[in-house]
């Protein structure tokens, strides 16, 4: 099973610009199936970016954020080479880590 | 009583002349000339739209406004249907129980044939799309067929198209005339108004591209298989070209047919075949 992160992290000068896509259903527990039965809720509760032993981002999701979400965001302080370990969590205990090379 | 039998029979002659006057124009109807349609249809196009680049057509409603084509070209550096590429490179390559994979179903092994579909099958008789193809080699194989709007099909036909990007639409119709009826087929029911709204296929496709339907920005009909199959963010999710007849049948308010129903394959044969030379672009994103 490939990862459910896909994440590009190019480094310009000073500045390191990081793409991620991350795959999920983050079901909102509102939407109900064919047969009409409630979908129960499934969605990433944290989103965490660390270069460095430094956390450069960090976010707190809920129900709002769509399905696969995508997150674009740049920092100073990365240089090329260095690694850039992404992870979420979600509300049912599921989680995810990938370790990208900033290039 | 005489005025109105002289009535009768003047209404009768009327029709009489009027069906003499329109016979000739049924005949020349019937002469199906699919070299002169194609031209005429992307000659249509052209010289609506000189500005846009031929083999941009294929984008769709980012081939009409700018705006909406920067937000794409970015989209792009990281596409949504990335994940239904691999999944599909990985599906196309495991093979099925019996040992035998879809490549022993496929001319070249499956890679780089997406601009040949759909072609006209002379022992059928039919038109036969990629999607029927693939279906009906996991038939072959002993395994269960796939539902023909998204997730698997949409990822085997994603990863399909994606060995074939940049290939020129290269569909063929062979001299039979069962091939040239589906081809006036599919071309009938592109024209045809249907539905609650009375809309046909080229009541946005052709009439309006570019145009704002709410808050979209409607596709030419040129080139617009030549992306499939799309993720669109709309549904979150990717789907086939079966998809998409299907939801713009029942957006018309038109009862939509069955998936590969034999109008859905001509109609395919129809806009594929006026689209020869155009690049194949899938798969691709829409909003």
Redesign the interface.
Same mark, same amino acid.
């Given at each position: 099973m490939a990862s459910s992160i896909r994440v590009r992290a190019i480094s310009n000068g000073d500045i390191t610009e990081v793409q991620t896509l991350i795959q999920h259903p983050m079901d909102t527990g509102l939407v109900k199936d064919a047969k009409g039965e409630l979908i129960p809720a499934h969605f990433i509760q944290q989103l965490t970016f660390e270069c460095n032993g430094k956390d450069v981002f960090v976010a707190d999701w809920g129900t709002a954020i769509s399905k696969d979400p995508y997150v674009k965001f740049s920092f100073k302080g990365a240089r090329k080479g260095d690694d850039l370990k992404i992870s979420w969590t979600d509300n049912k205990g599921g989680s995810d880590t990938i370790t990208a090379k900033i290039a | 009583m005489k005025a109105r039998i002289a009535l009768v029979l003047g209404s009768v002659s009327a029709a009489l002349v009027a069906l003499i006057i329109a016979s000739p124009r049924v005949i020349a109807a019937d002469k199906i000339d699919p070299a002169a349609d194609a031209k005429a249809f992307q000659n249509f196009f052209f010289q609506k739209f000189p500005d846009v680049k031929r083999e941009d057509f294929v984008n769709g409603p980012y081939s009409m406004n700018a705006d909406m084509k920067r937000q794409w070209q970015e989209k792009e +550096? $990281?596409p949504?249907y +990335? $994940?239904a590429l691999?999944a599909g490179k990985?599906m196309f390559a495991t093979p099925f129980r019996n040992g035998k994979s879809y490549a022993d179903c496929f001319p070249n092994g499956g890679i780089g044939i997406r601009q040949n579909y759909p072609y006209f099958d002379e022992k059928e008789g039919k038109v036969v799309t990629l999607e029927l193809a693939l279906n009906r080699c996991r038939e072959a194989n002993g395994e269960q067929p796939y539902s023909y709007v998204k997730d698997e099909m949409a990822s085997l036909t994603a990863y399909m198209a994606f060995t074939s990007r940049g290939k020129p639409m290269d569909i063929r119709i062979p001299d039979d005339p069962r091939a040239l009826a589906a081809f006036e087929n599919g071309k009938r029911y592109f024209y045809t108004r249907r539905g609650q709204m009375n809309f046909s296929c080229a009541s946005c496709h052709v009439q309006s591209p570019g145009e704002r339907i709410r808050a979209e920005i409607l596709a030419p009909a040129l080139g617009i298989l030549n992306a499939m199959p799309i993720y669109r963010s709309e549904w979150?999710?990717m789907g086939t070209t079966s998809r998409r007849f299907v939801t713009c049948n029942s957006q018309t308010r038109a009862v939509p047919l069955e998936p590969q129903a034999d109008e859905y394959r001509d109609v395919e044969y129809f806009l594929s075949y006026v689209a020869n030379g155009l690049p194949i672009s899938g798969p691709g994103a829409r909003p």
């Open positions: - | +550096e $990281f949504p +990335e $994940f691999d990985e979150s999710g």
